[in-house]
């Protein structure tokens, strides 16, 4: 886990070092040349003086684009290839699940795209998009009579900086107490709920680059035990101008292990077999300690369409293509593919596929958003997921912004 930590903060100390080379551009020949041939040019592209203008312009080229992918590569695959040291299963399963009806449809690839009130479960620094207050609340119809519920509010600061708040739990319906006497039942009936409360905040470090860090507190309840930790998230977003290409990472559940207690693991025990009928003593029978599930998400996004550095332009449509990579502790790798297709910015239309995983595979979805004029803006997202033998799944989202 401090592997992973320390892999994580040489990625965000690599984005300061890109970002700070503040537009100095090194430019290299493509022919061959001696070394006095090197030249150097400013940032609008004119010939410093007393550099031989007659080298064709279209021979050089511009180092940064190049050096900053390779950089950011690099870094990456250095992420990617840390050492887990947690392989086995892990608690809380539902701290992998993603919120929102936007997210969901579009496979999960969502991690440099957040900029809604999802964004403190997907990646903190996506607050930044949230120029309002914003409220978001997502549903999730799960397997069985599992759901899962979220609320999430960000809160503008200052203009470059947003804090949030929100709160989820994954809940089953009434269940059966069952013993060895009677394993059909008892007639009496427990509740599964598992919480987390989570504070966020993120700053603009740069004109391009965002962070963000959450803390939560997580805690199961089963029957009469329950089990508690703490646990930080922290993410990055940064924004190329190529082709406003936007590269996301997110270290997610960083924290401590659980383990259960409760009035049902206290027993009476015979101290001494020599003694008959010493039954008065109370043993608290300890449980294996169980770890988060720690989760790496790096992902890249741009508008293929309609935004503002786009490959293609258009005034009343926009496409959006996002990819993601997961690396989780209790499980193989994971990819997201994601496209969205909006009309005028108010009916959406999104896709996606999740591969590797075990039941799921293709996602899709639509959504609308209604100009309230004075009273703010909102966004009603809605996701299907198959999952094969177990049928379908389905997300609905509603959020509110001001």
């Known amino acids: 886990m401090i592997g992973i930590a320390l892999n994580f903060l040489r990625f965000v100390m690599m984005l300061n070092y890109v970002i700070g080379l503040k537009g100095r551009s090194v430019m290299l020949r493509l022919s061959k040349h001696t070394k ?43 992420v990617l290839q840390a050492d887990f040291d947690k392989v086995a299963t892990t608690a809380a399963p539902f701290l992998k699940m993603g919120v929102g009806g936007r997210a969901a449809a579009m496979g999960g690839g969502f991690v440099s795209l957040a900029d809604d009130g999802s964004s403190l479960v997907w990646n903190p620094a996506g607050m930044l998009g949230a120029n309002s207050v914003t409220v978001s609340a997502s549903h999730t119809d799960w397997l069985l ?33 069952r013993t060895l006497e009677n394993p059909d039942g008892t007639g009496l009936v427990y509740n599964v709920m598992d919480v987390a409360i989570s504070a966020a905040y993120a700053r603009q470090v740069t ?23 703490m646990a930080i998230d922290v993410g990055s977003i940064l924004r190329t101008d190529f082709y406003g ?45 169980w770890p988060l599930p720690l989760m790496i998400r790096i992902g890249l ?34 990819i997201n593919l994601g496209a ?18 075990d039941q799921e595979g293709f996602t899709m979805g639509t959504g609308i958003q209604l100009d309230l004029k004075a009273h703010g803006k909102v966004r009603i997202d809605y996701a299907v997921k198959p999952m094969e033998i177990f049928g379908n799944t389905s997300v609905l989202s509603v959020e509110f912004s001001k």
């Open 207 to 229: 004109d391009r680059l965002s962070m963000g860090i959450t803390g939560k507190f997580v805690q199961l309840n089963a029957y009469n035990e329950s089990a508690s930790t």
């Open 145 to 177: 009579d599992i759901t899962h519920d979220y609320v999430g509010l960000i809160l503008p600061g200052r203009k470059n900086e947003r804090i949030g708040f929100s709160i989820s739990a994954l809940t089953m319906g009434e269940q059966p107490v």
């Open 340 to 357: 969205e297709y909006a009309v005028k910015e108010m009916v959406y239309f999104r896709g996606g596929y999740r591969y590797n995983y």
């Open 36 to 78: 006095a041939d090197r030249q150097l040019l400013t940032e609008n592209g004119t010939v410093k003086e007393g550099i031989d203008s007659s080298i064709p312009r279209a021979q050089l080229i511009s180092c940064r684009p190049i050096s900053t992918l390779t950089i950011l590569i690099l870094s990456l695959t250095s």
């Open 245 to 289: 290409l936007r590269i996301g990472m997110a270290l997610s559940n960083f924290g401590g292990d659980f383990q259960f207690s409760g009035r049902d693991l206290i027993l009476k025990a015979d101290i001494d077999d020599d003694i008959d009928g010493n039954y008065s003593t109370d043993v608290d029978l300890r449980t294996e300690p």
């Open 301 to 334: 996004s741009m508008d293929v369409m309609g935004g503002r550095d786009a490959f293609i332009s258009s005034q009343n449509s926009r496409l959006t293509l996002a990819l993601d990579a997961e690396h989780p502790n209790d499980g193989p790798e994971h």
